[in-house]
Every structure is written in C-alpha cells, then in structure tokens.
C-alpha cells in the first residue's frame, strides 16, 4: 500500500464515522425542521444536505477523473451547482434524507474500490487546482465537518473535531490551504498540532482546533483565539 493509499484510507474511515453521525443527527428530522433555518444565512436545513448529497456526487467525479484519467468535472458549471440546491432543497423530507443517505453511499463505495495507485493521481478541483484523489477525500471530511456544525443539531465544531481526533489535523491543514491567499504569515497551534504560514515572524494564534476551524471556514471572527488574529474575508 503506497503512503497516498494509506492517507486516502485513513480518511476514508473519518468520512465513514461522520456518515454515521449525520445519520444520528438527521435521522428524525420531519418537513418542519428541514423548513426551519441552518446556521448558515441564507439556508435551510434542507439545503445544507442538499449541498452535503450534491457534493458527495461532485467529489465521486472527481475521483473518477483521478481514478480512469478522463475528465470529469464536478459540476457540469457553478449555476447548475446552485440549482441543484435550490431543487434538492425543495423536494420532500422523505426524498432529501432518502438523497443524502444514498450519495453518501455512493461515494463511500466507490472511494472504498480505488485501487492503492491512483491516489497519488490527480484531477482538478472547482478552482482549476491539482488535486490528488487523497486530497479529494479530504474534502469531503472537511465538508462533512464543518456542515455537520451548520446543521444547528447541538453539534458545534469542538465536538466535531473531537468525534475526528488525530483526522482533525487534516481538515484544518485543508481549510488553510483553501484560505492560503488571505492568510499572513503566521502560526496556528491548537489541540497539540501546529501549523506555520509562509515565514511566520513569531506571531502564534491559538485555540482548539474547533476554533481555528470556526476561524479559518468564516464561522467566526476569531475573538475566542488568543494573539493577533487577522481579518480574513468571508467565506466563499
């Protein structure tokens, strides 16, 4: 097994624990929570897993790219993106969590039949950057993570993160990566883990990794770190 293979796995199992709990967290919601407002403005309990279920078909392109080498975007273009929200939000309860279940499902499955070498492969993510099939786990860990707090279920990303242990370092290093171009140099540290920025000039902020999370994703401005914490723009 190469040392991509080992990674790709190793998040694989996080993603399947975080199914698991957001089947806990959804698995009694009727039309009137669904209707009712996420944490997320704008959205709907019902949007956030028409997101997570669209997603998991999205990230599922992505590997295939990487996996047999022909281009398969994750979305046919971002408007179709957003309008496959929009309708996956307004359909029934029964038909959204039956859609978030089985897209789920069919990510799993087939991330858990790539073969050892073709995570180190690469396809190209909505941004047109590299990715390898490793990296595509890892956002859908990261996606699951930070959404399964904008559910407004009781789960902020503490306890998240503490459902993910040693994985969190993951999701975070992803969330920097995907914030790099508005971050100063600097150093984060939480949780026993580190993380430096460009030339970092001696300037730490800290916090548990939830809060760094909450941070770096625009959940939060920042004010429970400690240090010099530095503006960045909303999330995207």
């Given at each position: 097994m190469t040392t991509a293979s080992e990674k790709a796995h190793a998040l694989l199992d996080g993603v399947r624990k975080l199914?698991?709990?957001?089947?806990?967290?959804?698995?009694a919601l009727g039309e009137p929570e669904l209707r009712a407002p996420s944490a997320l403005p704008g959205w709907s309990r019902a949007h956030v897993l028409a997101h997570l279920a669209r997603n998991a078909d999205g990230l599922r392109n992505l590997l295939t790219w990487a996996n047999t080498g022909v281009e398969t975007p994750m979305y046919p273009s971002p408007e179709a993106r957003d309008a496959?929200?929009?309708a996956g939000a307004q359909?029934?309860?029964?038909?959204?969590?039956?859609?978030?279940v089985a897209s789920a499902g069919r990510f799993e499955q087939y991330a858990a039949a790539m073969p050892d070498d073709a995570w180190a492969r690469e396809a190209r993510n909505r941004q047109g950057q590299p990715v390898t099939g490793a990296v595509v786990v890892r956002m859908r860990?990261?996606?699951?993570?930070?959404?399964?707090?904008?559910?407004?279920?009781?789960?902020?990303l503490d306890r998240v993160c503490g459902l993910l242990g040693p994985l969190t370092e993951d999701v975070v290093q992803h969330a920097?990566?995907?914030?790099?171009?508005?971050l100063p140099a600097l150093r984060l540290a939480g949780g026993g883990f580190e993380w430096t920025m460009g030339a970092a000039s001696g300037e730490t902020v800290t916090g548990t990794e939830g809060e760094l999370l909450a941070w770096l994703s625009g959940r939060s401005d920042g004010s429970a770190l400690s240090g010099s914490v530095p503006r960045i723009p909303a999330w995207s």
């Open positions: 199914d698991d709990e957001w089947a806990r967290a959804i698995g496959d929200i929009e359909r029934g309860a029964a038909d959204i969590l039956a859609d978030f860990l990261s996606e699951l993570t930070i959404h399964l707090a904008d559910l407004d279920r009781g789960y902020d920097i990566t995907s914030r790099a171009a508005h």
